[in-house]
């Protein structure tokens, strides 16, 4: 199969095959996304985030549903937490997707950690460009949903939507770092909960005192949701859009994408640099006896880390 | 290259309600270290097999309780030749007559695994059978 030109014809097929080769680091990747790379950057990309049990599949289902609705075609990356232990992989964001299998104009793909940290996968954002090569108008990532910690979905979508459910914490929760800071939109879900509204005000009192300290522009709406019941996906839908019209206009979507370029790039020099280091390390067991050495105080860690950087990088400049 | 992870879908055709089963092998097959994507319940064969693609599954294991596998387990079997996917794997399970087996693996399931089956085999079975990446 000619994979770039049927990936960019959309064929679910090579989107899904070439998703695997990224995962699996597989070297067929590599010139694969280098060739579909031009045809990115149209696709608006969207984060919903939040901890177990808020309901993020069904609200993305029903957000899709919406933008099925008006025509526009849908990619969606759903991912979940590999077992430390095993490395296996329990993926059932899918289950709540039912009624888009069979829509041509969305593609689905569950994508497990591997160990990796944050809420995403480490390919998670090279499959959002096969997505975006493929034509698809927007992209919706749902993360891992484990609360605090998981803020690199900021550093992928456009516009992030936290997802919040009563009863699930007081108001202190509300103000910790972390998941808090990164919403472009505020989602309360299952809103037919006793506590939806005190939630509701309380997340809108944090946005007004973030509207004080900040000199944010874009204020984040609070959208209250049922989403088994399909009640709030319009609204969201609205607000997504709105999101994104304010960061058009305001030039601020350029800023974001380069500022995420930027973090990308780094990620994947690091990345690419450090394996083949760690190769070289492991080759001869030349790891081992520097770890020995360091064991019996031979020498310092400190040491054997300038050692092997002067290797690398004979001529520093200070 | 990384470690390659074997995918697999686990599905319930027709319109069996009982999942206990495939719920209790969805857990089994990842603590063998596999990547599952439990489709749940009342699945048509072209959902299946569009999951199957959109997954780039390497194995689909359908179960069925209520009869229907003499239809459903065939069927998913053919869509996925249709879509060049012949060297998916595919197993299936649960309340299966012998008679019917012989039949079922001539339309190409692969191994019908019945109740009692230790799961470890079913896990063997995956892993010597499955194609490679």
Redesign the interface.
């Known amino acids: 199969m000619e994979y770039v030109s049927e990936v960019l014809k959309g064929s679910p097929l090579a989107v899904a095959r070439m998703i695997t080769w990224l995962e699996n680091e597989d070297e067929r990747a590599r010139p694969f996304m280098e060739e579909i790379y031009p045809h990115t950057g149209k696709a608006y990309i969207i984060g919903i985030t939040g901890s177990p049990g808020t309901g993020k599949s069904t609200l993305t289902d029903g957000l899709t549903w919406q933008m099925r609705k008006k025509n526009l075609t849908v990619g969606i990356i759903a991912v979940d937490p590999s077992s430390p232990f095993t490395g296996g992989a329990l993926l059932g964001d899918r289950i709540r997707m039912t009624r888009h299998s069979e829509d041509p104009g969305v593609f689905m793909r569950s994508m497990a950690t591997r160990g990796f940290l944050g809420g995403l996968a480490q390919f998670t954002q090279g499959a959002t460009k096969i997505l975006d090569a493929s034509g698809k108008d927007m992209i919706i990532i749902e993360t891992v949903g484990v609360g605090q910690d998981e803020v690199d979905i900021m550093r992928v979508a456009d516009t992030t939507c936290v997802v919040l459910v009563p009863g699930l914490g007081d108001v202190i929760q509300s103000m910790k770092a972390g998941i808090m800071e990164i919403a472009d939109i505020y989602v309360i879900n299952k809103a037919d909960l006793p506590g939806a509204d005190q939630l509701y005000t309380e997340v809108m009192y944090r946005v007004e005192q973030d509207a004080q300290m900040k000199n944010r522009k874009w204020l984040p709406p609070v959208i209250k949701t049922v989403a088994v019941e399909g009640k709030g996906e319009v609204d969201l839908f609205n607000a997504i859009m709105a999101h994104r019209k304010y960061l058009e206009e305001s030039g601020e979507l350029t800023e974001k994408r380069r500022e995420r370029t930027r973090q990308e790039t780094l990620k994947m020099l690091h990345y690419e640099l450090f394996r083949i280091i760690r190769q070289r390390l492991d080759k001869d067991h030349r790891i081992d006896l520097m770890v020995g050495a360091i064991m019996e105080h031979k020498i310092s860690p400190y040491k054997i880390v300038e050692k092997v950087v002067n290797e690398w990088l004979p001529s520093r400049d200070s | ?5 074997i ?1 697999i879908i686990v599905a319930k055709p027709g319109l069996d309600g009982h999942d206990r089963g495939a719920k209790l092998l ?2 089994i ?12 319940l ?2 048509t064969p ?2 299946i097999v ?2 199957a ?4 599954a390497d194995v689909v294991g359908l179960s069925s309780l209520s009869g229907v596998h003499n239809y459903f387990f065939p069927r998913v079997v053919e869509l996925l030749r249709e ?3 012949d060297n998916v794997l595919v197993v299936g399970g649960g309340i299966i007559p012998e008679d019917d087996i012989p039949a079922l693996k001539k339309a190409g399931v692969a191994e019908i695994f019945g109740p009692g089956t230790p799961t470890d085999e079913i896990v063997a079975f995956i892993k010597a059978n499955v194609r490679p ?1």
Request: aromatic share 6%; hydrophobic share 35%.
């Open positions: 290259m990384a470690e390659k992870k995918k969805s857990r097959f990842a603590e063998a270290g596999m990547e599952v994507v439990y489709t749940g009342r699945q072209e959902m569009e999951a693609v959109q997954e780039d879509k060049k996917l990446k």
